[in-house]
């Protein structure tokens, strides 16, 4: 399914950055939007900002970034040829879990990413953002690297990053999940990643 987005990315970031709908606007450095191509097919979902990236404004900059990297660099994906986002777009107060009130006042932001971007492909890296975008009863051990096709998108939940730093013995099952990520890009993507 398309949708026609009345959005730009630089007014929807504007707005974004000037958010108050909720608590967490009180403690941020900055607001992390989102980062990454806006032409690209694929999209990975994170929970929320964690401190290196309230404090850099950017997703997946601090320790679970860098896995993240080296995990797309195993499949030979740069994550300047993907976009990156999160369910909360502020930092939860010592990395909490973002309560479900300050998803729900956030996750706005993310629909209207979703609908410029358009992406065929999406990521969903944890439970959080599983259970917000994909079904919330989804559990991530029984259904990591399985598909589903939702309003017309391909999509996959897999581990979070921070989940794999904290039990790294899950992460050849992560690794696996990525390299069926590979492969449904050749399927689904028109251009090459
Ligand atoms: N964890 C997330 O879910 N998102 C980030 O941007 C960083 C860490």
Redesign the pocket.
């Known amino acids: 399914m398309t949708y026609e987005s009345l959005d730009t990315w630089e007014g929807l970031k504007a707005e974004c950055e000037g958010c108050f709908n909720c608590e967490l606007c009180k403690g941020r450095h900055n607001v992390?939007f989102g980062a990454g191509s806006t032409e690209a097919e694929i999209m990975f979902i994170?929970?929320?900002?964690?401190e290196?990236?309230d404090l850099q404004g950017i997703?997946?900059?601090?320790p679970?970034?860098k896995l993240l990297d080296s995990m797309l660099e195993m499949i030979d994906l740069d994550r300047s040829k993907v976009y990156?986002a999160?369910?909360v777009k502020c930092r939860p107060p010592g990395n909490r879990d973002p309560k479900e009130t300050e998803q729900v006042a956030c996750i706005s932001w993310l629909y209207r990413q979703m609908v410029l971007l358009n992406p065929k492909i999406v990521v969903c890296?944890?439970r959080?953002?599983a259970g917000m975008i994909m079904n919330k009863n989804l559990k991530i051990t029984k259904e990591h690297g399985l598909w589903y096709i939702i309003e017309g998108r391909h999509m996959m939940a897999t581990y979070?990053?921070?989940a794999l730093l904290r039990d790294p013995s899950k992460r050849p099952e992560a690794f696996c999940d990525l390299r069926k990520l590979r492969k449904e890009i050749q399927a689904v993507c028109s251009r090459t990643y």
């Open positions: 992390v994170g929970e929320g900002p964690g290196q990236e997703p997946f900059v601090g679970a970034g990156i999160n369910i890296l944890g959080i953002a979070h990053p921070s």
